[in-house]
């Protein structure tokens, strides 16, 4: 057990790793780091200064060697935009969207747990039919075009919630609303499917056939066998979506990562592109070390590969 | 049992990861709070009509602005936009009343005392809101900074007429000119001539002093959000008098739909940049009014690079502008937002020399021009065209459409406001690009024309020897009958030139609360000092 | 008493999800006609602006005597049927040269990594799971600031986000495959590893890599409107349906149909992709 966690940890640490590299790669690939971590209107010889500073005149591997180094100590560079350092900057829009993605999450487990049980409960019924229909439309529809309908709907005609932005409580509801919609599809059906093998287990026709009535049964037995997969996808999805959020954030005005992240690309600030997607991506890597992890808590019953 | 202890080991690990990225999010978090941008206020919420923002009676009056963009720095001294933000932290020498007259600000008299020596008496009792004294030694230190060429300040050109600023005494400053210069009062109304505090600079450096500003003006700077709000509150002990507006939030809305909601739900008391289409919609609302300045705005063109072919060929260009129906651009596309001229020189302004509708539009006469000049069969071009213009996009691919029509195909490139801020002084944008220019606060036709029309400036795509003469004589005279003349010269030699195709000049409009008593300026400022409840 | 019963098998399928499959197929053929084949199908000229007839209505005629337009248009005067045509015809053809491109990558790295197994195999999982340490829409966001936008550009980029599935689908079925006897036999023939991959192992592939590429397309399509929806799409003139909502978004109040309208086919069009993929599924694993 130990070995497995410990392996899955050097796992995670490789991911990251790999998440890193990625991101030297391409920044490289694009011609000169030196220009392009500099404003426009650097002079010549600031370019060369930091083309020296960034070790960009040494062979290859020492400069990755290098930027290896400057990340482990927290420099990421300082935003070419705002003049801030990067990292902090990325830190300080982090509340923002994981306050936005744990809302979404928490709106699509309710209404994926609901449809889940009411589309088991009552199984091929009209119900059921429509639930399924309805999720699977939920699937489909691009979440820019949900939040802005929902703009349209609730803010511009009803008038019931801010068009955008963060203030006061009222303005994380649409966004949350929109970036929950993807979620609950795979939440709802997993749970569905669970429940149902649980539902055809033998303790449970043991517990069945003693009188329990279904829910019951469900209740003593079967609940945490069947939401075990329930929660690793909550745990997948949330991970998704605090990517997923860039799309929402700009609908909205949301101050979050997202929206530094499109702002940054706007702005041709690579500093703080690398420091977002690379805050984003290790936050994402250590979401699915801990899906992992709650799976192996709630029952070490797994084998282990 | 092993199986439990096993559990609980899990558990300790996630708890501690837990803890960890919350530690660390929320640490940042506090250093720059990510408060909301209006007050929640405990007398405000006596508001029956919910608003949290704006009027509450006689208490604090609080006010929320949102415009398009976030600022980009705080030093008056190094701006690379407008001023807005930074002119109610700071204080010019001369300020403007709202008929644009030229006042006491900072200076309490101005005149020419020669031809190359301006003399300001300052105000005497001021102090920055750090303690600092003010006097003639920051009216010196202010502009030395801005002139010294090492700094790279980036408006040094708008001084740049200025040799030399002489301290006589504590209250009296002497400016001199290289050349005889008739604006300087007019210089010294805008940026980058604020005056800051020599010790506080000297000591924080300029990087931190544009990220925690200290000046005169009725506001003092409390906090900057990048990326989102800007917030400033009264400085009670201002020269000028108590402000009624006690914090001052300027927020920054990029989406035009999402500021325009914004204002109508009360979030806001103002709004800037209001696009065509939601004119009537404020107008009508009950909670906010349409501000309307008329011609305020840029004068937007589109530029040719006359050095090369085919815009170096004069019958190309006058065939260009024939084949703009500018008239249905501004009815149709903007709305009306805008007003067709072939003035460079915005009526409000000094040297303003009247409209000539030179170009009708007249797609067949382009085909001839065209024809004549060598290109039966039309050309390729680019056009590069920026946000910084209402409904840019938009405007360019009309263009685009009707120079199809002619013959003449063009890609439409709509390059990123950063990028575009440097690309065009270094002279690396599309052959034809749109821009706008405009007298903005000094309502002279020097700063209207000079920078777009002078052969040696960064912004000019033109070169002619007589125009240059011109317009150098005409900033160098106080002759003012003389100075008329010459720009009138120069309209009608640029006309008949077309170094541009001719398009028209932008209204303003802004969207303001009921509840606030404020106007919109022809010379772009919104003092915040001015504003009181209605 | 009998559990909710999970029916007869047999029977369900033939009528419910046969049922999927011949609606979305139907559907599906419908919409590939339509926008493939837009020049024919589109009103009026997607990129012909009707200057005195911006924010008209659906159903309304133009004041040129143009015609009618059945959508309305937008706020150059263009009709947004027309513009959704060719949209569509770009987007699909988007789509379907990323997931070729995509599938041709993804499945020749999961065929390598699952006949040959051992280091290769590690090699390229490690590759893929390495990728898959950035969320995809960051991916493409960084690929798009880097790269530039333009045709060619998204298209790569698109195509760099989905081969890892395809790769690991087509390798866990290689997997499975390669431990059948009639590859065995051809292996103890002493037939070369590419032959046996080409011959024996691809022909029984085609339904899981048609249903990934289904899957994939549907995706990318999103992908490639919410990149256009961020400005970072295709360049400004050429209608796309990102595009279009997000210019529609300045007139959500009066001319809420802007976009509207186009996020509906969006929806519809990857609803109609979705299903088919589903069925396709539905019958690979019977």
């Known amino acids: 057990m130990r070995q497995y966690l410990f392996k899955r940890f050097l796992q995670s640490l490789l991911a990251v790793l790999g998440a890193v590299t990625i991101v030297f790669f391409i920044i490289r690939i694009s011609g000169d780091p030196a220009r392009l971590m500099l404003p426009p209107e650097a002079s010549e010889e600031q370019v060369q200064n930091l083309r020296e500073s960034l070790g960009l005149n040494d062979p290859l591997y020492m400069q990755y060697l290098h930027y290896l180094a400057d990340l482990v100590r927290g420099d990421f560079g300082k935003s070419l935009y705002f003049k801030d350092s990067a990292l902090e900057l990325v830190l300080e829009r982090m509340p923002a969207t994981l306050e936005l993605a744990l809302w979404a999450i928490a709106i699509a487990v309710v209404a994926g747990v609901l449809a889940g049980i009411i589309s088991t409960y009552k199984r091929n019924s009209l119900a059921d039919y429509l639930i399924n229909a309805g999720i699977f439309v939920a699937q489909s529809l691009p979440v820019f075009w949900v939040g802005i309908v929902l703009i349209l709907i609730f803010a511009v005609e009803l008038k019931w919630f801010p068009t955008s932005g963060n203030v006061g409580w009222k ?125 192996l808590w709630l029952d070490p019953r797994i084998k282990v590969k | 049992m092993k199986k439990t202890r096993m559990r609980w080991h899990f558990a300790a690990w996630l708890l501690i990861i837990a803890l960890a990225v919350t530690g660390c999010t929320t640490q940042s978090a506090n250093k720059g ?33 949102a415009r398009a963009f976030d600022i980009q720095g705080l030093d ?20 403007r009343d709202t008929d644009m007259n030229l006042v006491p600000g900072l200076a309490t008299s101005w005149q020419a005392i020669d031809e190359l020596t301006w003399e300001f008496k300052l105000r005497e009792g001021v102090k920055f809101t750090n303690g600092e004294d003010f006097n003639a030694h920051a009216v010196k230190y202010s502009l030395d900074r801005v002139l010294n060429p090492d700094n790279n300040a980036p408006t040094r050109s708008y001084v740049s007429t200025v040799s030399e600023v002489k301290v006589i005494d ?133 530029g040719l690079k006359t050095d090369r072919e085919p815009f170096n060929n004069k019958l190309v260009r006058q065939a260009l502008n024939h084949a703009i129906d500018v008239k249905a651009i501004v009815e149709q596309v903007l709305q009306g937002a805008a007003v067709e001229t072939d003035s460079l020189i915005g009526p409000k302004d000094f040297g303003y020399a009247g409209e000539y509708d030179r170009y009708e539009y007249n797609p067949e006469k382009a085909k001839q021009l065209l024809a004549e000049a060598g290109y039966p069969n039309g050309f390729s071009a680019t056009l590069d065209t920026v946000n910084w213009y209402i409904k840019n996009l ?54 209207a024309i000079y920078s777009v029309l002078h052969s040696s400036d960064p912004y000019s795509t033109y070169s002619n020897p007589e125009v240059d003469a011109m317009l150098d004589e005409a900033r160098s005279t106080t002759d003012e009958a003389r100075r008329k003349e010459l720009y009138k010269k120069i309209q009608e030699i640029v006309l008949e030139e077309a170094p541009r195709i001719f398009l028209y000049q932008e209204n303003q409009y802004y969207g303001v609360s009921q509840k606030l008593d404020w106007e919109g300026r022809i010379d772009t400022a919104i003092p915040v000092f001015t504003m009181k409840a209605k | ?24 197929g139907v559907l599906l053929a419908f919409i590939l006609i339509v926008t493939l084949f837009a020049p024919f199908f589109a009103p009026h000229d997607p990129m012909e602006q009707h200057l005195y007839d911006i924010l008209i209505e659906p159903f309304s005629h133009f004041s040129d005597g143009s015609g009618y337009s059945l959508l309305g248009t937008d706020q150059l005067g263009r009709d947004i049927l027309s513009r959704l045509l060719y949209g569509g015809r770009l987007s699909l053809l988007m789509s379907v040269a990323a997931v070729l491109l995509a599938g041709a990558l993804g499945s020749v790295i999961g065929m390598i990594a699952g006949y040959y197994g051992g280091k290769t195999d590690a090699v390229l999982m490690r590759l893929a799971d390495i990728q898959l340490s950035i969320p995809n829409m960051l991916l493409a966001i960084v690929m798009v600031a880097v790269l530039g936008s333009g045709l060619a550009n998204i298209i790569i980029v698109l195509a760099v986000t989905g081969w890892v599935d395809f790769a690991r689908v087509v390798r866990s079925q290689v997997l499975s495959l390669r431990e059948r006897e009639f590859v065995e036999a051809a292996r103890a023939m002493g037939v070369p590893g590419l032959k046996i991959m080409w011959r ?62 186009p996020g509906l086919v969006i929806a519809l069009v990857i609803l109609v992709i979705n299903l088919f993929a589903d069925w396709l599924r539905d019958k690979s694993e019977i």
């Open chain 2, 170 to 302: 504590d209250y009296t400053v002497h400016v001199i000119t290289k050349k005889p210069d008739p604006l300087i009062p007019v210089r010294f109304n805008r940026y980058p001539t604020q005056i800051v505090p020599p010790k506080y600079v000297e000591e924080v450096g300029q990087e931190y002093f544009a990220q925690h500003p200290i000046g005169t003006g009725p506001y003092k700077f409390v906090e900057w959000n990048k990326g989102s709000s800007v917030v400033l509150e009264a400085n009670e002990e201002y020269w000028g008098g108590s402000p009624t507006v006690k914090k001052v939030t300027f927020r920054s809305i990029p989406e035009a739909s999402t500021r325009v909601a914004a204002l109508l739900n009360g979030e806001v008391d103002i709004i800037t940049a209001v696009p065509p289409e939601f004119r009537d919609r404020i107008a009508t609302s009950g909670t906010a009014r349409l501000s309307e300045v008329v011609r305020a705005g840029n004068t937007v063109y589109v």
């Open chain 1, 171 to 295: 303005s994380i509801v649409l966004p949350a609303v929109a970036l929950a919609f993807y979620p609950i599809a795979p939440i709802a059906r997993t749970l569905r499917s669970s429940l149902i093998d649980v539902m055809n287990q033998s303790y449970m026709l043991t517990s069945r056939a003693q009188g329990f009535s279904l829910m019951k049964s469900i209740w003593k037995r079967g609940l945490k066998n069947a939401f075990l997969p329930v929660i690793t996808v909550i745990s997948m999805e949330f991970g998704v979506m605090i990517a997923g959020a860039v799309v929402t954030e700009a609908v909205f005005s949301w101050p979050g990562v997202g929206q530094l992240i499109v702002q940054a690309v706007n702005n041709r600030d690579f500093p703080l592109v690398q420091a977002c997607v690379l805050v984003v991506s290790v936050l994402y890597i250590l979401l699915n070390f801990v899906t992992d992890m709650i799976y």
């Open chain 2, 394 to 447: 938009d405007v360019a691919q009309v263009i685009a459409q009707q120079l199809k029509a002619i013959g003449v195909n063009i890609t439409v490139n709509n390059v990123e406001s950063t990028v575009y801020r440097t690309k065009v002084p270094s002279g690396e944008q599309a052959e034809m690009y749109m821009l706008g220019w405009s007298s903005t606060n000094t309502l002279d036709a020097d700063a």
């Open chain 3, 200 to 261: 024996h192992i691809a022909p029984n592939m085609v339904f899981t890599i048609l249903t990934q590429a289904s899957l994939q397309m549907s995706r990318m399509i999103l992908l490639a409107a919410a990149l256009g929806f961020l400005g970072l799409g295709v360049d400004v003139s050429t209608p796309t349906w990102g595009g279009m909502i997000n210019d529609g978004r300045s007139y959500i109040d009066s001319a809420w149909w802007l976009s509207t309208i």
């Open chain 2, 33 to 65: 709070s990510n408060e909301p941008a209006v007050s929640q206020n405990p007398s405000a919420s006596q508001n029956p009509s919910g608003s949290n923002a704006g009027a509450s009676g006689n208490d604090r009056l609080e006010i929320v602005i």
């Open chain 3, 1 to 24: 008493m009998a559990t909710e019963n999970i029916g007869n098998p047999q029977r369900k399928l033939d009528v419910r999800d046969n049922l999927k499959g011949i609606i979305s």
């Open chain 2, 76 to 95: 008056p001294g190094f701006l690379t936009e407008n001023a807005q933000v930074v002119d109610n932290i700071f204080d010019t020498l001369v300020k």
